[in-house]
């Protein structure tokens, strides 16, 4: 009798229900919201999965350390060594040099559009400091002297620059540090996310319900109005970077300057743009850290806005590298490159013409 | 509470075997057949309707308690407790209730205690999450229960009546 | 035994059936009739990394509230705008060099945010409606 009950009890129990409890949500479903100021912007870190916290968090370490780096006031840094060391070589390091290097090709591509050496230019007007001026075209013709890519040497691990050269980063900071977050979602399995470092975003996977991530773009002509917007993105896997005249600028005598230095004037670019966004695709396979995708849209973001119109388009047929473009001109038009058409959304209450471009 | 050892032992082997139990549950994931999150079997509480009836309320309680501190340790785990605790005492109460009407049968009471389980564990996720989300799954859990409590109710009529002839629950 | 339980099911087992039943019916009127709410619409504030606050805006004080860091302070206010879906929080004034967090306006949905970058204090915006024209997030 005994042995029957307790085979009765071993069979009821497995197959018996009892009760319900909570748990915790779906591992899939855990999402990890984090906000950090860093390099001098608002980053927002949304991801999913498992370990959403800990990818959050390393992201954050990430792009603490790269600030500090590529930091051009911390003596401790490279960057600020190699400014100050009066032409001699200093050793940057295997990560630093092959930022240079990605800058140095950048600066090639665009005929100088894009210019890490602009640095002091872009400190004269003030944009670094704590007050802006315009300074005179005596001054930048002294400073423009000293730019160019002809005013680095690399090699190996070390760099030198012409004496009064000096270098910011800046302009791929957060381009490279979307890279290497790139890397740490990869390596996290994280399945969705969406990383946003100031005007750099890196759409990673899509939507939790499936449709792509929705990016708005802002509208240039209302910079303070948060639900003003030139277009809508819908991107799954894709880098995307916004420039633009009006996210910094100051106004002095009745005329506006902003923080966009065309490196052949010295000047800030004047090229009839009022935004350039610059898109392209995140191939999970090709994650690994170094300066990738997530580089190149933030380097030809600057350079395309400071070319215009017809030379960036111009670049963008060449099919020297691949990506799309969004371009908010001065005279009221969007154009949108053909390969993104189909994830861009016209925004009716803009007041913007729009047309696709191929 | 004074425990002869015949009980103590009684209780250690509950303890140890609700616990085992609810480490058992972790092979039959009903989130796939019912998709509500962490919906899981709570088998632990046969043990815990037993205890109840056979050991009466302090030393069921001890034996709850037990396990849900050793439950939440062995997971690695402690913000479990607060869950397990919560729902696991609120049932434990409304349990004790309805069992000392007299009216009840087993049936009633699980029944009773399985609703109260789910109500507490949706409590304790409302204290955790700070706002009231957890409440939506609520009518689900409840209507549920009322099956899961009926079978939790029958398992323990089967239990009582097979162990009926035994002396394990003499004093 | 303590108890003896009654092993059959009986009439009274009945009315605790019933009374989960009217238990479950009421909370399902009561909270599944109100939509698609992910939680009332919320404003979080952070200075220099670390929550500070967390206030649904239905119950943000009809003044203003300071937030301060890194020595500046922000006067916060809430704004009840009559077209759309009602309560949004903008920077009425702060002693920052930039006036950034100024310029931003009033915002109104989830996700969105003000920042003072001097200050280190970001207020954003969670849960609410869910906005199906909202985007996740903003480039430029």
């Known amino acids: 009798m005994r042995r029957f009950a307790a085979a009765l009890l071993a069979a009821l129990m497995t197959v018996g229900l009892c009760g319900c409890s909570w748990q915790t949500e779906s591992p899939d479903e855990a999402r990890e919201v984090i906000q950090v100021i860093a390099m001098d912007t608002v980053m927002i870190f949304t991801t999913y999965g498992e370990k959403s916290t800990h990818a959050d968090y390393l992201s954050e370490d990430e792009v603490r350390r790269l600030e500090s780096l590529l930091s051009r006031t911390d003596e401790n840094s490279v960057i600020w060594q190699l400014n100050y060391a009066g032409g001699l070589g200093i050793d940057v390091g295997e990560e630093v040099c092959g930022l240079m290097e990605a800058a140095e090709e950048y600066a090639m591509v665009t005929d100088g559009a894009f210019d890490i050496t602009i640095a002091p230019v872009v400190s004269a007007w003030g944009f670094t400091e704590e007050e802006n001026r315009v300074p005179s075209q005596e001054e930048l013709d002294k400073l423009l002297a000293l730019v160019g890519p002809e005013h680095i040497t690399l090699a190996d691990d070390a760099a030198a620059l012409t004496p009064g050269t000096q270098i910011d980063l800046g302009g791929i900071a957060k381009g490279y540090a979307s890279d290497r977050i790139a890397e740490i979602l990869q390596e996290n399995n994280i399945p969705r996310a969406t990383i946003s470092l100031g005007g750099n975003v890196l759409a990673w996977g899509d939507r939790p319900d499936g449709t792509p991530w929705r990016v708005g773009i802002q509208d240039p002509k209302d910079p303070n109005n948060a639900n003003a917007f030139a277009g809508m993105l819908h991107l799954t896997d894709a880098f995307a970077v916004t420039s633009g005249g009006y996210q910094r600028f100051f106004e002095k005598d009745g005329k506006t300057y902003h923080h966009i230095i065309d490196p052949a004037t010295g000047y800030p670019a004047d090229s009839g743009l009022t935004s350039v966004t610059v898109v392209a695709d995140c191939d999970r396979d090709e994650v690994d850290g170094t300066p990738g995708v997530g580089t190149m849209c933030d380097a030809l973001s600057t350079a395309l806005f400071v070319m215009g119109e017809e030379k960036a388009l111009d670049f963008w047929r060449s099919s020297a590298y691949d990506f799309d473009l969004v371009l908010v001109t001065e005279d009221g038009r969007v154009v949108v490159t053909d390969g993104i058409a189909n994830e861009f959304e016209e925004i009716k209450e803009s007041g913007y013409s729009y047309e696709v471009v191929s | 509470m004074k425990l002869t050892t015949r009980q103590l032992t009684l209780c250690a082997v509950l303890t140890a075997m609700a616990l085992a139990l609810s480490y058992l549950e972790n092979f039959f994931p009903l989130s796939l057949a019912i998709p509500i999150p962490g919906i899981k079997l709570g088998l632990a509480n046969i043990v815990t309707v037993f205890a109840l009836y056979a050991l009466g309320p302090g030393q069921a309680l001890l034996i709850l308690i037990g396990r849900c501190l050793l439950g939440a340790v062995f997971a690695g785990n402690m913000n479990a407790l607060i869950f397990s605790l919560l729902g696991g005492v609120t049932a434990m109460l409304v349990m004790i209730l309805l069992s000392r009407s007299g009216r009840l049968s087993v049936y009633g009471v699980s029944i009773g205690g399985a609703a109260a389980h789910n109500c507490g564990q949706v409590a304790a996720a409302v204290l955790t999450l700070g706002n009231t989300a957890p409440c939506y799954y609520l009518p689900i859990l409840l209507g549920v229960s009322l099956f899961t409590g009926a079978l939790t109710g029958l398992v323990a009529a089967c239990l009582f009546r097979a162990l009926a002839h035994t002396g394990l629950t003499r004093g | ?140």
């Open chain 3, 1 to 140: 035994m303590k108890l003896s339980p009654k092993l059959q099911p009986c009439r009274w087992d009945g009315l605790v059936v019933l009374l989960v039943v009217v238990l479950a019916a009421a909370c399902a009127l009561a909270v599944w009739s109100r939509g698609t709410d992910t939680g009332e619409l919320t404003a979080v504030v952070t200075v220099d990394g670390v929550e500070t606050e967390r206030i649904p805006l239905k119950e943000f004080p009809d003044g203003e509230r300071t937030y301060s860091g890194n020595g500046y302070t922000l006067h916060v206010r809430l704004e009840a705008s009559q077209g759309e879906t009602g309560l949004g929080l903008y920077v009425a004034a702060a002693d920052c060099p930039t006036q950034d967090c100024v310029h931003t306006g009033t915002i109104t949905r989830a996700g969105q945010s003000i920042v003072c970058l001097p200050a280190r204090v970001i207020i954003r915006l969670e849960g609410g409606t869910v906005d199906r024209d909202a985007p996740d997030v903003v480039i430029g």
